[in-house]
């Protein structure tokens, strides 16, 4: 089982930035970055795939928000611009070690491998 370590959270004004990383402890196919409200349902923030291609982002944070990888290190990243309130929440790594056509983040299944999460609370 894939072990995925988050780091990057924090407390941000608005219209700040926060770069999120999620080191792997092997290989991974997609990855994916969720993220937790209290009393919501986790929402698909983004994912990619092993070779970079075709991110997908929810509609919520494009233009805003960035995933990228390397490969070598076994981390993906979120560059997360702009912040806004509604961007707090828990975000969560995900990852799978198998092949796919192309990543989701429409749900959580697909992704056996989860980290612990990292807080990111945007306020003034």
């Known amino acids: 089982q894939l072990q995925l370590v988050e780091s990057g959270g924090g407390l941000v004004q608005p219209g700040g930035s926060l770069r999120l990383s999620c080191t792997a402890s092997?290989?991974?196919?997609?990855v994916g970055w969720f993220r937790q409200v209290p009393g919501a349902e986790s929402e698909g923030v983004a994912c990619?795939?092993?070779?970079?291609?075709?991110?997908k982002y929810v509609d919520s944070v494009k233009g805003r928000f960035t995933i990228s990888r390397d490969n070598d290190k076994n981390t993906v990243f979120l560059q997360m611009n702009d912040l806004k309130p509604e961007d707090t929440g828990v975000y969560y790594c995900?990852?799978?070690?198998?092949?796919?056509?192309?990543?989701?983040?429409?749900?959580?299944?697909?992704?056996?491998?989860w980290g612990q999460g990292t807080q990111v609370t945007v306020s003034s």
């Open positions: 092997g290989f991974t196919w997609d």
């Open positions: 995900a990852a799978s070690p198998v092949y796919s056509v192309a990543c989701t983040i429409e749900s959580r299944d697909g992704y056996p491998s």
């Open positions: 990619i795939r092993h070779h970079g291609g075709r991110p």
